[in-house]
């Protein structure tokens, strides 16, 4: 079992920045994969991003490419999300995952059904 704790959401204009953390605990951090999700409201939840467990794999959706960048600090058991050139429609709540069973040689997954553990949220709101 894993705890993940996001933080780091809030209000700011369109243009600017905001960086998201996820803290886990409670399993070995560097054995298995991380994503970020994030769900508007009226909205199903959509993939944003992710990385291997070894930070060597990345993938993003094209909606944040160029503008949104994953990375993972191992030896802080956190994985972050660098958001740039934010736009109102970036508006969502913003979930970070857990992929226990990552496949052996592959991408990390874009599927939120993959994904074991979820954290609680933190809302972004970008305003025009």
């Known amino acids: 079992q894993v705890q993940l704790v996001e933080s780091g959401g809030g209000l700011v204009q369109a243009g600017g920045s905001l960086r998201l953390a996820c803290a886990a605990s409670?399993?070995?951090?560097?054995?298995?994969?991380m994503g970020w999700f994030r769900q508007a409201p009226g909205k199903e939840r959509e993939f944003v991003a992710a990385v291997r467990w070894s930070g060597m794999y990345i993938v993003s959706a094209d909606s944040v490419k160029g503008r949104f960048t994953i990375s993972r600090d191992n030896a802080k058991n956190t994985v972050y999300l660098q958001m740039n050139s934010l736009k109102p429609e970036d508006t969502a709540v913003y979930y970070c995952?857990?992929?226990?069973?990552?496949?052996?040689?592959?991408?990390?997954?874009?599927?939120?059904?993959?994904?074991?553990?979820w954290g609680q949220g933190t809302q972004v709101t970008v305003d025009s």
């Open positions: 409670g399993r070995i951090f560097n054995t298995y994969d």
């Open positions: 995952a857990a992929d226990f069973n990552p496949p052996p040689v592959a991408p990390p997954s874009t599927d939120a059904k993959r994904y074991d553990y």
